[in-house]
């Protein structure tokens, strides 16, 4: 326990150096595919996807670190692993489909992008499915 | 992964629009239009190998599939 909050401790100073590496980056993106907006659309579109893609990268140390961090509160609180790595799958469907519809709709195709929305949320519905039967599961064992 | 790819792909971006302007202006808009074909498949190439690798990297962070 008191290793965990040490290492967290530790960690903020890490966290401080990682979120103005995001700021950096999101600026010379904007920056970059406004020069290029009048000249060439489709490259300042890729611009913003490369952008998109080097923030994640910077944020995955952090991610890791945060569902680490919950595992271990989950393991005290004595819930079951299963509900927790369903909600990390949901969450990662989830920014996967916003990633994509936000290229679409970005591009300018809104259809597109409301399709791969519904398309996740399909997904995220099949997902969420062991957390409503165990929802159901507790109310009925109350009951 | 950094920054440098974003650079090098306004770059790309700078130069084939100089080269298009260059050569659309020189009357030989046919070559133009190959030099912006290019340009583009370059850069698609490498953004999407790095979204391939966003996904591998998503499944296995958020234990996917």
């Known amino acids: 326990m008191l290793s965990c909050f040490s290492t967290c401790f530790e960690q903020k100073g890490e966290i401080k150096k990682l979120l103005f590496k995001i700021l950096g980056v999101g600026i010379v993106t904007v920056i970059l595919s406004s020069i290029l907006k009048n000249s060439r659309s489709d490259f300042s579109l890729l611009i913003n996807i490369c952008g998109g893609l080097i923030i994640f990268y910077i944020l995955i140390d952090g991610i890791t670190e945060l569902f680490d961090g919950i595992g271990f509160l989950s393991e005290n609180a004595n819930i079951s692993s299963s509900i927790i790595s369903s909600i990390v799958k949901v969450i990662g469907v989830g920014y996967v489909t916003e990633f994509c519809a936000d290229i679409a709709e970005d591009s300018g195709n809104k259809f597109v992008a409301n399709k791969v929305i519904l398309g996740g949320k399909i997904a995220l519905c099949v997902m969420a499915f062991p957390i409503i039967r165990y929802l159901f599961q507790t109310i009925i064992s109350l009951i | ?65």
């Open chain 2, 1 to 65: 992964m950094g920054v440098e790819i974003i650079f090098k792909i306004a770059a790309i971006g700078i130069l084939t629009t100089v080269i298009n302007q260059i050569l659309s202006h020189a009357g030989k808009s046919e070559i133009a239009t190959l030099t912006n074909l290019a340009g583009l498949v370059i850069v698609l190439a490498m953004v999407l190998s790095m979204i391939g690798e966003l996904f591998e990297n998503v499944k296995l962070l958020f234990n996917l599939f």
